[in-house]
């Protein structure tokens, strides 16, 4: 709640710089003291403490935005209408991909997308910097400019504009330490005319399963200035994954489980306090690997019913995708098919 542009950007793996600890193992000692002496020192001992101090940190809670995502990757994403993409790699840093869009609800139009990532790699699947972009027929344009800066500060921009016109900008900051996130964005600032919106993140590790942390959204402009605040707990056990954020906007509870490497299971309750209304959904996932099938369901207490069912193509680098929802309350259906080529 409260974010602004928020773009998913890769987790890293736990940093290595941000504690200061020195060397590995060694105990620092102040000014004035020795350590004292040992008769004897069993053999491996010194390895055994290396790895009780490494089991006993805390792990790095991750993003923000992060905490409600596994959960919401169990449910389908809307389709309607004919969607065709064609990706096409230039080379190992360069992809570009071709989306055609066909719809009798929306707008149908063509966007073209690049992508660039460069050679600086801090992680077995992360490389920095990023650029993506993407333009559609009418000159809008949206673009993401992704960087890792040190081993624990990571920056992005994002810019969007709609024909030839700025609309939004903003600027991430986010600094990860061993054992906790600190991140702030900046959005739209405009200091001739004093409006702007800050929003500052941050998330603890408590215990190696629970996380808690809070969100401070500030915004302002001409004749109106606001603040709104949030608290958030997140539990992570062995097969499951269970966050609650509540704030001054309303209260927004997740629970994610593993039944087995085949189904996904993930309930969302969302309650506003601007609107007096309550929504529950009910989401789970299916993948069948030996027959490159993954199958998306859904049904809310809006009486939404909803589903997707993805097909790969093997040995052809081909997808195709088909999706129905159904409203049973305004009585509407729409339905929608996919094709990703590359």
């Not at 490389?127 to 993506?132: E, G, M, Q, R």
């Not at 996904?264 to 969302?270: A, I, T």
Request: glycine share 12%; proline share 6%.
């Amino acid at each position: 709640m409260g974010s602004v542009l928020a773009a998913a950007s890769p987790s890293p793996a736990p940093a290595a710089a941000g504690g200061g600890q020195g060397v590995p193992g060694l105990v620092s000692v102040p000014p004035g003291f020795t350590m004292p002496s040992v008769s004897s020192v069993p053999p491996g001992s010194e390895s055994d403490q290396q790895k009780a101090d490494a089991d006993s940190r805390l792990p790095n809670p991750g993003t923000y935005e992060e905490c409600h995502r596994k959960c919401k990757e169990v449910f389908p994403m809307q389709m309607e209408g004919v969607r065709l993409v064609v990706n096409k790699g230039l080379s190992n840093h360069f992809q570009v991909n071709h989306t055609i869009t066909l719809s009798t609800l929306g707008d149908s139009g063509y966007r073209f997308g690049s992508t660039y990532v460069g050679s600086k790699q801090t992680g077995p699947a992360e490389s920095f910097p990023v650029l993506v972009g993407d333009m559609d027929n009418t000159g809008s344009l949206s673009a993401q400019i992704i960087h890792q800066l040190t081993n624990a500060v990571r920056s992005k921009i994002a810019i969007q504009t709609q024909q030839h016109k700025f609309v939004n900008w903003q600027c991430d900051f986010e600094y990860r330490g061993q054992d906790f996130t600190s991140a702030v964005t900046l959005g739209n600032p405009d200091v001739l005319v004093g409006s702007g919106i800050v929003v500052a993140h941050h998330l603890q590790s408590i215990t190696p399963a629970l996380v808690l942390g809070g969100e401070l959204v500030y915004h302002r402009r001409p004749g109106e200035e606001g603040t709104v605040t949030s608290f958030l707990g997140r539990y992570t056990g062995d097969n499951f994954v269970a966050t609650l954020t509540l704030g001054g906007a309303g209260a927004h509870a997740t629970y994610y489980h593993k039944a087995n490497d085949q189904l996904q299971v993930g309930v969302e309750f969302e309650a506003s306090t601007r609107m007096p209304e309550t929504t529950t959904s009910f989401g789970y996932q299916l993948d069948l690997p030996k027959a490159n099938l993954l199958f998306k369901g859904t049904v809310d207490s809006n009486w939404v019913v909803g589903a997707t069912l993805e097909k790969k193509l093997v040995p052809l680098p081909l997808t195709l995708a088909l999706g129905a929802f159904l409203n049973h309350r305004k009585n509407k259906f729409q339905c929608g098919f996919g094709v990703t080529i590359g």
